[in-house]
Every structure is written in C-alpha cells, then in structure tokens.
Nanobody, 121 residues
Framework: QVQLVESGGGSVQAGGSLRLSCTAS????????MAWYRHTPGGQRELVAL???????NYGDSVRGRFTISRDDAKNSVYLQMDGLEPEDTAVYLC???????????????WGQGTQVTVSS
C-alpha cells in the first residue's frame, strides 16, 4: 500500500505565500507524474500543476506564473510554492502521484487526503 501525506496548508492574506509538501510512503519502486489538484468551494476539481519524471510541467491557467511545482525523487516528495495568493485560490489542495510498485509493473494513481488553503482579502 501507498500513502500520500500533504502538509503546509493554512490561512494567509492576499498577496502572501505558502509552500505545500507531499510525501509518498509504502511500496514504491518508481514514481512518474506527480501533481497538485484543488477542490474549489464550488465543488470543482481542477489541475493546479503537474510535473513528470522527465521534468515536463503543466500549470492551470489561473496559477501560471504564480505557483511553482518541484519534486525530490530521493524523498518521494513533491512541492508547490504558491506566491501572490488570491482569495480565488482558497481550496482543498490534493496531491496525486502515479506510482509503480515493482519493476515493469503498472503505474497506479494515488491521492492524498488534502490540505486546506484559505486566502483572505
């Protein structure tokens, strides 16, 4: 089994910064794409950012230029540096990772429990 545990959420005023962390543990042979999604108060899930094993990134339109995704493969971890936070960024942020349990095995998608980010105006 695999667990993804997020940390770093909290409350901040508009214009502030937060750094989210997510660490995977358990039966892990390899990790391909790692990503951050968010559940908005309106109930939608949207991609925030993703980062592949080869270094390719993709960002949601609303966060591009303000957020930066990075990873540390030695620690099975992914990070999200969020700068210039806006009230519209208020959401539950979830970590997602495609994890391989054995050599030549399939990659399976796992989710963390989420961490709340609240931005006040």
């Amino acid at each position: 089994q695999v667990q993804l545990v997020e940390s770093g959420g909290g409350s901040v005023q508009a214009g502030g910064s937060l750094r989210l962390s997510c660490t995977a543990s358990g039966s892990i042979f390899g990790i391909n794409t790692m990503a951050w999604y968010r559940h908005t108060p309106g109930g939608q899930r949207e991609l925030v950012a993703l980062l592949t094993e080869t270094g390719l990134t993709n960002y949601g339109d609303s966060v591009r230029g303000r957020f930066t995704i990075s990873r540390d493969d030695a620690k099975n971890s992914v990070y999200l540096q969020m700068d210039g936070l806006e009230p519209e960024d208020t959401a539950v942020y979830l970590c997602n990772a495609d994890i391989q349990h054995e050599l030549n095995g399939y990659y399976l998608g796992y989710w963390g429990q989420g961490t709340q980010v609240t931005v006040s105006s």
